[in-house]
């Protein structure tokens, strides 16, 4: 789960595991799985980030 915010200053946790793009219009539009999409303020790099931060955390479980 990777904590986003949208537009608004409102946050909501996603399930990373359901992104299907990111995308630059200008703004930040992640797509998810079901065809849902969500404008956020990150910028594509930073949700990306979180992305990969939350892949390793679930692999360093694994690794230990």
Known sequence: MIKLTK??????VLNAELIKTIETTPDTIVTITSGNKYIVKEEVEEV???VMAYKRSIFQNFMN
Do not use: K, R, T
């Open 7 to 12: 537009l608004n200053g409102e946050e909501f």
């Open 48 to 50: 990306i980030e979180a």
